[in-house]
């Protein structure tokens, strides 16, 4: 398989379910940048996520603009980043990102489009609205253990 892969989603669910067969097939280390405009369904894809590692339904994921970094505990723990009011990689380090990308759990960065300096990833999801409820998700592989997940997920979506 190359290194993209695009898939389509109509609505919310499909969108969420998506991300929830990311989520399962997730291991320690993923770092996943996504990117698209507000409203795209960054979020809704980062719950499915979520769902897939198991992140109890009593720990909502919504989207930390305000606080920047929430962390979830599931099969693996969830550390969700929103970069939407940073712009620069020096901005991440007050907020511990060295310590928990790459680590023994799944680092997702909403946004990550917006800083200067693009962030190391195993795989990068950039969505896109095609109209009211379906969206484009283009995901692009950044290293060998990008790709591997790539055909994994490509492959999960085909039995279904």
Not at 121 to 127: A, E, K, N
Request: charged share 20%; glycine share 12%; with cysteine.
């Amino acid at each position: 398989m190359s290194g993209v892969w695009l898939a389509a989603t109509a609505g919310a669910a499909e969108t969420r379910a998506l991300g929830r067969r990311l989520g399962v097939l997730a291991r320690p280390g993923l770092v996943v940048l996504l990117a698209g405009d507000l409203g795209v369904g960054k979020t809704c894809f980062a719950q499915g996520v979520a769902d897939g590692l198991g992140v109890s339904p009593g720990s909502p994921v919504t989207s930390p603009s305000y606080t920047l970094l929430n962390i979830h505990q599931g099969r693996l723990p969830l550390y969700h980043f929103d970069l939407y009011r940073l712009s620069t990689v020096e901005d991440l380090e007050d907020l511990g990102y060295d310590e928990v990308a790459e680590g023994a759990g799944v680092t997702l960065v909403e946004w990550a489009d917006r800083l200067s300096t693009p962030l190391p990833c195993s795989l990068r999801i950039v969505l896109r609205r095609v109209d009211a409820d379906r969206r484009e998700l283009r995901f692009e592989a950044a290293d060998e253990a990008g790709r591997n997940l790539l055909a994994e997920l490509a492959g999960a979506a085909n039995t279904l």
